[in-house]
Nanobody, 121 residues
């Protein structure tokens, strides 16, 4: 059984910064690409950024210039630093990862339950 648990969500003022983390635990052989998504109420889930095992990153337009994804392979953890948060960005931020539990099986795409980010004056 594999779990992804996010931390770091908070209620902040516009312009503030937050640092989210998501750690995978359980039976883990290998973690491939890790990613952050976000979902606001009544909207579709949006990709924010991805990072490969080799630390190759891709930030979508949502993230460019303000958000930075990174990971620590030794800790099975992915991070998202968010700067200059805007009022339009309140959402649940969810962690996603491709995880292999043994050398013999394929990776399974797994989700965390999310952490809430609220931006208001």
């Amino acid at each position: 059984q594999v779990q992804l648990v996010e931390h770091g969500g908070d209620s902040v003022q516009p312009g503030a910064s937050l640092y989210l983390s998501c750690q995978a635990s359980g039976q883990i052989f290998d973690i491939g690409t890790m990613a952050w998504y976000r979902q606001a109420p009544g909207t579709q889930r949006e990709l924010v950024a991805t990072v490969t095992r080799e630390h190759k990153v891709r930030h979508t337009e949502i993230a460019k210039g303000r958000f930075t994804i990174s990971r620590d392979n030794g800790k099975n953890t992915v991070y998202l630093r968010m700067d200059n948060l805007k009022p339009k960005e309140p959402a649940v931020y969810l962690c996603n990862a491709d995880i292999r539990t043994t050398p013999f099986n394929h990776a399974v795409n797994s989700w965390g339950k999310g952490t809430q980010v609220t931006v208001s004056p």
